[in-house]
């Protein structure tokens, strides 16, 4: 009779367990293959580390061990598979925490392990049936209502009494991470220079809606209702955070900007100066978390004549949508998402638009991108499956991205095959396609550098049918009234909108921090995968992202709401952590490389 899934995973498990409880990382290694790969998210490294190899593995165990302890490994849920690839659900606990993870195994070795901390022992949220009473129930004189109590807290914070954590920054990370601090009950103040939570969606321009589809893009702890739309437009999305900052009761300084911040070596916290509403403030932290997005400044090239032009030129983050366009030339420098959204937008409004393309551009069609590459996590049939938000987390996280490439590859052969005559009309107009260097596209390339691609939502097939016309190749010059590509041609202009990217995280650090902190911090964002705007070494995580960086109580937290919404949960438990006084030694913390 063959062996089941739950005896091949548990069998795997029992000495797994022994090897570790016994210290025997020699025995452990014994359980992996040649080619394996151990993934941690703080629970054994207290960071966000990637093992490869057996080599590595056991320099990890050798390490840890001695103050990780972990024991009580167990099946989560029933295993899956059969004796070749076996794929199981695990909890297990450490000497601090409590966890969660995944395993692969192919012919009963482990192929790859995903180990994560989940919660911290004595320090869990008060949810469920650990929740807070609220109220005290005997009758005295004086006692104050929940709302006296939070003003008062409010009032407080930030002049009598100093927070814990300032995150600066209070888009969709400042606030999804705010929430799961506030939840673990660290003080937070997240400071926002806009009026209220959600503006950094509502002054994007008017036809932005989210390209990723709704089960990708919850929050932390509330999803959003079942019968909003797949892709939600930018206001809406602006108006559920800003509600969702009052409902978790978030300590948000909104009309409130960061003007510097110094580490004060003498106290051991942070001197982060402020200006709340016009009144000058100083913070003073213990930890700083930079939440401004997925990247730094704008990126606006420097071009000959540039200073001539007599129109309107700006980048594409200041572009407000909407208007009256009739009659107007536009010329959009850019060929990624946020170029194709603009001149969509611009078109709509009565312009004559020219993009101009200066490199290949991955596009992958929104429903393609669905149904092929989203569909198995995040969807109404992997709800039905049983893949809850959290569960399609995880298994995103489970491959490490040395393999990524390998499991992405076939979706995009797929895709290409699917959308055949879609691609070839595009190249009939000139786009220049790519699927990404190796043929990973999207995915890879949006961890790799953050740019490179367009989810199409309609403005490809404007390209089609030449209602946007495509320039191809470098800009030589602007003149007072064109762009001059390096072939000769002219395109004439009245605006110039430079979609043209950003630069890296610890850009916004040289001015608010040091250019040294900036510089000792290093490149944020990509993994040294050695391809176009991601230079090595290899270093197999996200740099500097949601993880201790070269300077002490500094951290990074961004990306897309997926990534806010699984990643601030680790950060969170680093910070609770360290509030809490625990130990938390570092295993490798990664080198600095590529300042900005």
């Known amino acids: 009779m063959p062996e089941t899934a739950n005896g091949i995973a548990g069998a795997w498990l029992a000495q797994f367990d022994e090897a570790l409880r016994n210290n025997n990382t020699e025995a452990a290694l014994e359980l992996f293959e040649d080619e394996s790969y151990w993934r941690d998210f703080v629970s054994f490294t207290w960071n966000l580390k990637t093992l490869e190899g057996k080599a590595e593995i056991k320099r990890m165990l050798d390490a840890t061990l001695p103050n990780v302890r972990p024991s009580n490994w167990r099946l989560a849920e029933d295993a899956t598979g059969d004796a070749a690839n076996t794929e199981a659900w695990l909890d297990f606990e450490t000497a601090q925490a409590r966890g969660h993870a995944h395993l692969r195994l192919r012919n009963g070795k482990c192929w790859t392990l995903l180990t994560t901390m989940q919660e911290l022992k004595g320090f869990e949220e008060k949810k469920g049936p650990n929740r807070e009473q609220g109220v005290a129930h005997h009758i005295s004189k004086g006692r104050k209502s929940w709302l006296e109590l939070k003003e008062e807290q409010e009032a407080k914070l930030g002049y009598e009494e100093q927070p814990n954590t300032v995150i600066i920054g209070g888009g969709q990370g400042g606030i999804g991470l705010g929430a799961r601090l506030r939840r673990l009950g660290v003080s937070t103040i997240i400071v926002e220079k806009n009026e209220r939570p959600g503006d950094s969606w509502r002054n994007r321009y008017k036809s932005l809606h989210l390209h990723d589809p709704v089960w990708y893009d919850h929050l932390p702890y509330m999803k959003f209702p079942d019968d909003w739309p797949v892709f939600a437009a930018k206001d809406k999305i602006g108006n559920w955070l800003e509600h969702y900052t009052r409902i978790m009761e978030l300590n948000y300084w909104s009309k409130t900007e960061c003007n510097n911040a110094r580490w004060d070596e003498e106290r051991g916290e942070w001197e982060v100066s402020v200006v709340r509403d016009g009144e000058p403030v100083t913070l003073r932290p213990k930890q700083l978390v930079f939440a401004l997005g997925v990247s730094g400044y704008p990126n606006v090239p420097v071009f000959d004549g540039a200073e001539s032009f007599l129109g309107q030129q700006y980048h594409s983050s200041k572009h407000p949508g909407g208007g009256d366009w009739t009659g107007k030339k536009a010329v959009v420098i850019g060929s990624n998402n946020s170029a194709h959204d603009i001149c969509a937008d611009l078109w709509e409004h009565g312009a004559d638009v020219t993009m101009v393309q200066r490199s290949s551009t991955h596009i992958a069609r929104s429903e393609s991108l669905m149904?092929?590459?989203?569909?198995?996590?995040?969807?109404?049939?992997?709800?039905?499956?049983?893949?809850?938000?959290?569960?399609?987390?995880?298994?995103?996280?489970?491959?490490?991205?040395?393999?990524?490439?390998?499991?992405?590859?076939?979706?995009?052969?797929?895709?290409?095959?699917?959308?055949?005559?879609?691609?070839?009309?595009?190249?009939?107009?000139?786009?220049?396609?790519?699927?990404?260097?190796?043929?990973?596209?999207?995915?890879?390339?949006?961890?790799?550098?953050?740019?490179?691609?367009?989810?199409?939502?309609?403005?490809?097939?404007?390209?089609?049918?030449?209602?946007?016309?495509?320039?191809?190749?470098?800009?030589?010059?602007?003149?007072?009234?064109?762009?001059?590509?390096?072939?000769?041609?002219?395109?004439?202009?009245?605006?110039?909108?430079?979609?043209?990217?950003?630069?890296?995280?610890?850009?916004?650090?040289?001015?608010?921090?040091?250019?040294?902190?900036?510089?000792?911090?290093?490149?944020?964002?990509?993994?040294?995968?050695?391809?176009?705007?991601?230079?090595?070494?290899?270093?197999?995580?996200?740099?500097?992202?949601?993880?201790?960086?070269?300077?002490?109580?500094?951290?990074?937290?961004?990306?897309?709401?997926?990534?806010?919404?699984?990643?601030?949960?680790?950060?969170?438990?680093?910070?609770?952590?360290?509030?809490?006084?625990?130990?938390?030694?570092?295993?490798?913390?990664?080198?600095?490389?590529?300042?900005?």
């Not at 569960?391 to 490490?400: E, I, V």
């Not at 596209?441 to 309609?458: A, E, N, P, T």
């Not at 964002?525 to 992202?545: A, I, V, Y």
């Open 371 to 596: 149904d092929l590459a989203l569909g198995d996590l995040y969807s109404e049939k992997a709800l039905a499956n049983g893949v809850t938000t959290e569960k399609a987390d995880l298994l995103f996280a489970s491959l490490p991205y040395r393999i990524l490439p390998e499991a992405q590859i076939p979706v995009y052969q797929q895709m290409a095959e699917r959308d055949a005559e879609f691609y070839s009309q595009l190249e009939a107009a000139g786009f220049d396609l790519d699927f990404g260097v190796d043929g990973s596209g999207l995915f890879l390339k949006y961890l790799r550098r953050g740019s490179g691609y367009y989810i199409d939502v309609g403005a490809s097939q404007l390209i089609i049918d030449g209602r946007v016309k495509l320039a191809n190749g470098q800009v030589s010059k602007i003149t007072g009234n064109a762009v001059v590509m390096d072939n000769g041609t002219e395109l004439e202009a009245d605006v110039i909108i430079y979609a043209t990217g950003y630069g890296s995280m610890n850009g916004w650090l040289a001015d608010l921090v040091s250019p040294e902190v900036a510089d000792a911090v290093g490149k944020c964002w990509g993994f040294g995968s050695d391809t176009p705007k991601d230079p090595g070494p290899w270093e197999g995580e996200l740099r500097n992202m949601w993880k201790p960086t070269n300077v002490p109580n500094l951290w990074i937290h961004g990306g897309n709401l997926h990534q806010s919404r699984h990643y601030s949960n680790y950060l969170a438990l680093q910070l609770k952590a360290r509030a809490e006084g625990l130990p938390t030694p570092v295993y490798e913390i990664q080198p600095s490389h590529h300042t900005r």
